[in-house]
């Protein structure tokens, strides 16, 4: 029969898309009453950062009201945004952490 693949001749490359897990950017927001150093402490502690790098990025969502802290998988942003809530709940802190697709 004609009109088979492997007879015609436009050689068209098969690029299968590949397929990447959506992301999630992790939000830290500001508030007027959690200390500056209970929020560097929380990027120190669920976030690995250095405590120069905590300082800088706590200073940003001080001056702009949020940040970005982090990208992650769902699941690992849920862990996240979940522990920052309770830790700051258990504090008595009103410390926000949010998580939306990238
Ligand atoms: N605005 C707070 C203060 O002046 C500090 C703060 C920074 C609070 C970042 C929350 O996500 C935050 N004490």
Same mark, same amino acid.
């Given at each position: 029969?004609?009109?088979?693949?492997?007879?015609?001749?436009?050689?068209?490359?098969?690029?299968?898309?590949?397929?990447?897990?959506?992301?999630?950017?992790?939000?830290?927001?500001?508030?007027?009453?959690?200390?500056?150093? *209970?929020? &560097?402490?929380?990027?120190?502690?669920?976030?690995? =950062?250095?405590? %120069?790098?905590?300082?800088?990025?706590? +200073?940003?969502?001080?001056?702009?009201?949020?940040?970005?802290?982090?990208?992650?998988? *769902?699941? &690992?942003?849920?862990?996240?945004?979940?522990?920052? =809530?309770?830790? %700051?709940?258990?504090?008595?802190?009103? +410390?926000?952490?949010?998580?939306?697709?990238?």
């Amino acid at each position: 029969k004609s009109g088979d693949d492997h007879e015609t001749s436009v050689a068209t490359k098969m690029r299968p898309k590949t397929q990447r897990p959506p992301l999630y950017k992790v939000l830290l927001l500001n508030d007027d009453y959690t200390p500056m150093e *209970f929020v &560097v402490h929380v990027l120190e502690r669920y976030f690995g =950062m250095s405590h %120069s790098q905590a300082f800088e990025i706590m +200073l940003t969502v001080h001056k702009k009201g949020l940040a970005v802290v982090g990208v992650f998988s *769902f699941e &690992v942003a849920e862990t996240k945004v979940a522990q920052v =809530m309770d830790f %700051s709940r258990r504090h008595q802190h009103p +410390l926000q952490c949010t998580m939306e697709k990238e």
